[in-house]
């Protein structure tokens, strides 16, 4: 088969990055007169999540030593669902990937899935029982770190989060169980349940403030806002319509094939944003008024912080043979049946290069190489520098966001059929 040739298109985007963020975690916790309920020897949770957030670890031993400064004694708490295979150890595991262990940030790490009865919240007619991570419940306070940003299932005014690490990630994976068949009933709204679902976890946890993160197109953190219990519901909001203006997408419309160097849990929930390739509400297809319409995904690998868990990997029609075989089953149907979402741990067909899977794609389709519309990127996270097949070139051209990093060149292999 004749392939297209690809040319390097670096994107123009904005840079909103904090540059200390210890100083500005410092400064905006000293700030709160909520940090004077913390007694000295005063146990204090720190929930910290899978993502692989910018600079989380240090974020974490920032809250870490304000909180020894001040005489409490802080621990981390992993807030991450069914994640890490739903064990102890795999999500103790999950943490120190992303740079997150006792030796790191300086206190110990309680890592549990036992979780304490909370009370119930009414969900539209029904009533559901509530659960919360057995440590964190026990703690004498509760800060929550994560980041606000669009999630790749849920919509609304609030979707991933504090309010979502309150239900869910905290829930440990009963509480998965429990929220994510009401998101469904909901139409996939979190706005619809936090109404009654938070006020009612706060008021039974000693949960004392949320550390909110948003990143910016550079996957740098751009804005830190802290938050009590009574100013969650209304800036997160806020704060997620930034997160939104400033993630980064591909800069055209529609590609004939995209292809993803790598996935991953730490990259997004379902290893590759579905908000970027425009598969947020099906597997398969962009809805009608969602966009860029990519016709077919091939998934060239598995980050190694993923560990094994290929959520997402559904999403895609085509993969290699590497990750056939790095998938760890056990983790990606835990996770992807949790979240309600099966098909997203759907093995897609797979071949033995890079070359196989791109003979497949152009047998079926006659048009010529230098008419098809192909992208490859690193992965949904990092979209500065993208590769172009040259049917782009003269749109590119006009693109005053885009320069033209580097002329269209033939694609190159090595002896085994993968890409150079």
Known sequence: MTFPRFFTAKQSLPSHRIDDVASEVTGQLTARPELGQIGPKQSVAIAVGSRGIDRIAEVTRTVVRLLIDRGAEPFIVPAMGSHGGATDAGQTATLAALGITPQSVGCP??????????????IGQDSIPLVFDRNAAAADHLIVINRIKP?????????SGICKMLMIGLGK??????????FKSFDYRLDRITANAIPTILAATPFLLGVALVEDAHDSIGQIAVASGDELLAIEPTLLRTATEWMPKLPFRSAELLVIDEIGKEISGTGLDTNVV??????????????????????????EKTAGNASGIGIAEYTHRR?????????????????????????????????DVLDAVCAQSPIPADRRRWLRIPNTLDLQQIQCSEAYLEDAQHNDRLEIAAAPQPLRFDDHGDFL
Not at 151 to 159: D, N, P, R, W
Not at 173 to 182: D, E, K, S, W, Y
Not at 341 to 353: C, N, R
């Open 151 to 159: 999630h790749t299932k849920l919509s609304g005014s609030i979707q």
């Open 323 to 355: 990750v056939a075989e790095q998938i760890d089953p056990v983790k990606t149907r835990i996770n992807c049946i949790t979240a309600g979402h099966p098909t997203a741990a759907a093995l897609p067909v797979w071949f033995d290069s890079d070359r």
């Open 173 to 182: 994976h009963r509480g998965a169980i429990t929220f994510h068949p009401a």
């Open 109 to 122: 790490i309680k890592s549990s899935m036992e979780t304490v009865s909370i009370g119930s919240c009414a």
């Open 278 to 303: 425009g598969r947020k509400w099906h597997d398969k297809m962009a809805g009608d008024d969602e966009w860029p319409k990519v016709q077919q995904i091939y998934v060239r690998s598995l980050t």
